[in-house]
């Protein structure tokens, strides 16, 4: 199982990022599919989620509003478009996936997902 995540960057407040989790050995139809965020020295944060099958999205309050999950089946690709970026949406970026039987209010949680995707840098300045 193998997530590639990509996408990620240096750009301006106000600027726009798309990431990509391109999934190999799962598909992102069988899987909850998650964005989680870390800054430095803080705690790793859930950022968004999207189930597997009815394709419920889930946000944190921190970005709701602003980013938008998705995910194509045929490219077995997730997404995530960041739009009105912030200074502090700078993170290093996972993507995950989780086979959990609830995906629903287990959704922010680390412990619900099974595989992790190496990380991609976004920075945003002032």
């Known amino acids: 199982v193998q997530l590639q995540a990509s996408g990620g960057g240096l750009v301006r407040a106000g600027a726009s990022l798309r990431l990509s989790c391109a999934a190999s050995g799962v598909t992102v139809r069988a899987y909850h599919m998650g964005w989680f965020r870390q800054a430095p020295g803080k705690e790793r944060e859930f950022v968004a989620g999207i189930s597997r099958s009815a394709g419920v999205t889930y946000y944190s309050d921190t970005v709701k509003g602003r980013f938008t999950i998705s995910r194509d089946v045929a490219k077995n690709t997730a997404y995530l478009q960041m739009d009105s970026l912030k200074p502090e949406d700078t993170a290093v970026y996972y993507c995950?996936?989780?086979?959990?039987?609830?995906?629903?209010?287990?959704?922010?949680?680390?412990?619900?997902?099974?595989?992790w995707g190496q990380g991609t840098q976004v920075t945003v300045s002032s």
């Open positions: 995950a996936a989780s086979r959990t039987a609830t995906y629903s209010g287990y959704h922010d949680s680390q412990n619900a997902y099974n595989y």
